[in-house]
């Protein structure tokens, strides 16, 4: 299954920016999607997670009030909202199509992984 992310770059501290990630319909529409980042040296960490309907979702604490993850199953689409943006958001971000149909952090409950996005924040 292919996924598609975009939106990354390169942004000023406080600044915003929105990722996409393009998913088959048939594999997204019904399922969780979630959001992972990876920073220079340090493990893959969960981000955001919103459930198949969009209808409930769930944030690591070092994005919460900032960060704001959405899906429209029309298009097929996840897509994560990065507002107030620290240096520390610096990372490569990834998108996931989740196994079942609820929001949740778990790396494993994801079978689909999409190839990474680079965000870099500048201070």
């Known amino acids: 299954v292919q996924l598609q992310a975009s939106g990354g770059g390169l942004v000023q501290a406080g600044g915003s920016l929105r990722l996409s990630c393009a998913a088959a319909?048939?594999?997204?529409?019904?399922?969780?999607m979630g959001w992972f980042r990876q920073a220079p040296g340090k493990e893959r960490e969960f981000v955001a997670s919103?459930?198949?309907?969009?209808?409930?979702?769930t944030y690591a604490d070092s994005v919460k009030g900032r960060f704001t993850i959405s899906k429209d199953n029309v298009k097929a689409t996840a897509y994560l909202q990065l507002d107030n943006i620290k240096p520390e958001d610096t990372a490569v971000y990834y998108c996931?199509?989740?196994?079942?149909?609820?929001?949740?952090?778990?790396?494993?409950?994801?079978?689909?992984w999409g190839r990474g996005d680079l965000v870099t924040v500048s201070s």
């Open positions: 996931a199509v989740g196994r079942r149909s609820w929001a949740t952090s778990a790396t494993s409950e994801y079978a689909y």
């Open positions: 319909k048939r594999t997204s529409t019904n399922n969780a």
């Open positions: 919103i459930s198949w309907n969009g209808g409930s979702a």
